[in-house]
């Protein structure tokens, strides 16, 4: 089942405010970046942030562990009220941001 817009808007609308924030639709689901970082997914309507150490750290015991997709890594399956809670998502997000390397410059096409 693919992600409903919806549900990216309302994502989106719980991150206003932080700067960078973007989304990218890749078959039916959608990645979510921060500062050009891929930061979490958004998959059946559920949402799947990458797992840093500082990120475990910050939500404690306060998620479980999900998979986007079959054959993807875990993540931390953010939901109920955690995901309604705007500080917690946002602090979360730039959390991993600022955890998270910088992505590899792509090389450039071969003619």
Do not use: W
């Not at 306060?62 to 995901?83: C, P, Q, T, V, W």
Request: hydrophobic share 35%; with cysteine.
């Amino acid at each position: 089942m693919a992600t409903q817009q919806s549900t990216i808007d309302f994502v989106l609308d719980q991150l206003h405010g932080l700067s960078g924030i973007e989304t990218r639709k890749m078959f039916g689901e959608y990645a979510l970046y921060c500062n050009k970082k891929v930061v979490a997914l958004v998959c059946d309507n559920e949402l799947f942030v990458k797992i840093t150490e500082p990120g475990k750290k910050f939500v404690g015991t306060n998620y479980e562990e999900g998979f986007a997709y079959k054959g993807a890594r875990a993540s931390m399956h953010i939901g109920g009220d955690l995901i309604e809670d705007r500080e917690f998502l946002q602090t979360l997000i730039t959390i991993t941001a600022d955890a998270l390397p910088m992505p590899k410059p792509k090389s450039p096409k071969k003619k």
